[in-house]
């Protein structure tokens, strides 16, 4: 168990429809990352939350959008939603060793727009 | 731009039969490099960080070394609970735009059978 939290586990939705995914970082865990992980992509990074603000950004779409609350908790908002959206979305949370900062990922939510 | 590659895309494994799975890497400078191994439906489960060429790291039948171009991930008399799929990563230092996103390889698909 990684200590991320993800909810739900699994979507089930149609097109045109819109969802919010929801992660919890482990305990003291300031910065959140979104990952976005299809058969044909591979895990392609999403977007950066850092304490409440935005970091960096990566392939993610004008249809999907992110925030982080105070209590540090963060949800991925996707619309107008198509079936390629189909995929596992995947959170991490970071701890910094060394020079770098580990990741650690929650179980992820399964999306599945019909 | 950042750029994984792995190699072999799938391995089939006897149960003692030791082998090493490629991930080769392009990055403007390396922050550090990450292993993961991810079951089927699952998220991905933190192995290894390593940060500088000549670093190695075990644990139990893995063992994760790093050069300048490429890193190995040496499973030694593996068992069919070693069966997943192994992810490479590298985070690269880069400007305040690209935050620690990680950047993945496609992952190699190990089966190992008893």
């Known amino acids: 168990d990684s200590g991320v939290t993800q909810t739900p586990k699994h979507l089930i939705t149609a097109t045109g429809q819109r969802v919010t995914l929801r992660c919890s970082p482990r305990?003291?865990?300031?910065?959140v990352y979104w990952y976005q992980q299809s058969l044909d992509q591979g895990l392609q990074f999403l977007i950066q939350y850092y304490n409440g603000e935005e970091r960096a950004k990566g392939n993610i779409l004008e249809r999907f959008s992110a925030q982080q609350f105070p209590d540090l908790h963060s949800e991925l908002n996707l619309s107008s939603l198509e079936l390629g959206d189909s995929a596992l979305y995947f959170c991490?949370?970071?701890?910094?060793?060394?020079?770098?900062?580990?990741?650690?990922f929650g179980p992820g939510t399964r999306l599945t727009v019909t | 731009e950042d750029q994984v590659t792995q190699s072999p895309e799938a391995l089939r494994l006897q149960e003692g039969e030791s082998s090493s799975l490629n991930c080769s890497y392009t990055?403007?400078?390396?922050?550090?490099l990450f292993w993961y191994r991810q079951d089927p439906g699952k998220g991905p489960e933190f192995l290894f960080t390593l940060y500088s060429a000549g670093e190695e790291k075990e644990k139990e039948r893995l063992k994760a070394t790093l050069t300048k171009k490429e890193s190995f991930l040496h499973i030694t008399a593996p068992k069919p609970e070693d069966s997943a799929t192994y992810l490479c990563?590298?985070?690269?230092?880069?400007?305040?735009?690209?935050?620690?996103?990680?950047?993945f390889g496609g992952g190699t698909r190990v089966l190992v059978k008893p």
């Open positions: 991490a949370s970071s701890i910094r060793t060394g020079p770098s900062y580990e990741q650690y």
């Open positions: 990563a590298v985070q690269a230092l880069g400007d305040k735009a690209a935050g620690n996103k990680l950047t």
């Open positions: 990055v403007s400078g390396l922050r550090g």
């Open positions: 305990s003291g865990d300031l910065s």
